[in-house]
């Protein structure tokens, strides 16, 4: 069955960076694209972009391009999330979700399945 | 963007109830709508795509309607399990866009 486990929380000081995994099984992992999205404390549920596991592109939500950065590594059916620069205000859950259908076309899609979540929380 | 606002946004119910949580888009996104729910510490779920297809291993008790820029998710006969966060999402134009969410809660 479709797994997408992520990596364990981070406690980071700000201006520091973190990357966070999401390991991909039971699916071929360059089929489907794969999203990022973020849950703030008390907040709700906010798409941040996603990449083309095929490709390699990554297309960024207006308000996230500039500190962050989607990656994969194929050999591994793992994409990454990087944020740089870190600021309190990143202090959130970031979730990766797998959209429902194969291949890629210029429209989006809902999302199937979905990593457990990583807690990253930035203080000093 | 479209802005997705969703109604109420927090509820309170037994078991054995029926609730309707209500999803408005601010622009017709035909019927490309999912509901999603979420508990702590767990991954999301995704209940219901295309508004009314039911996921599989979904239970039955959970529907999905509407089209154009109002949606429903209807909750017949609620069970224990069923308390959580319930969120609608638009994917008929980029950016993605979410409901602010409905915390569905034990009365």
């Known amino acids: 069955q479709v797994q997408l486990v992520q990596s364990g929380s981070e406690l980071e000081k700000p201006g520091a960076s973190v990357k966070v995994s999401c390991k991909a099984s039971g699916y071929t992992f360059t089929n489907y694209a794969m999203n990022w999205v973020r849950q703030a404390p008390g907040q709700g549920l906010e798409w941040m972009g996603w990449?083309?596991?095929?490709?390699?592109?990554?297309t960024y939500a207006q308000g996230f391009t500039g500190r962050i950065i989607f990656s994969l590594d194929t050999s591994v059916s793992t994409a990454y999330l990087q944020i740089s620069s870190l600021k309190a205000e990143d202090t959130a859950v970031y979730y990766c979700a797998r959209v429902m259908s194969s291949g890629y076309s210029d429209y989006p899609s809902s999302l199937q399945h979905w990593g457990q979540g990583t807690l990253v929380i930035v203080s000093s | 963007d479209i802005q997705m606002t969703q109604s109420p946004s927090s509820l309170s119910a037994s078991v054995g109830d029926t609730v309707t949580i209500t999803c408005r888009a601010s622009q017709g996104i035909n019927n490309w709508l999912a509901w999603y729910q979420l508990k702590p510490e767990k991954a999301p779920k995704s209940l219901i795509y295309a508004a009314s297809t039911l996921r599989s291993g979904v239970p039955s008790r959970f529907s999905g309607s509407g089209s154009g820029t109002d949606f429903f998710l209807t909750i017949n006969g609620l069970q224990p399990e069923d308390f959580a966060t319930y969120y609608c999402q638009q994917y008929n134009t980029y950016p993605i866009t979410f409901g602010q969410g409905t915390r569905l809660e034990i009365k």
């Open positions: 990449i083309n596991t095929n490709t390699g592109n990554p």
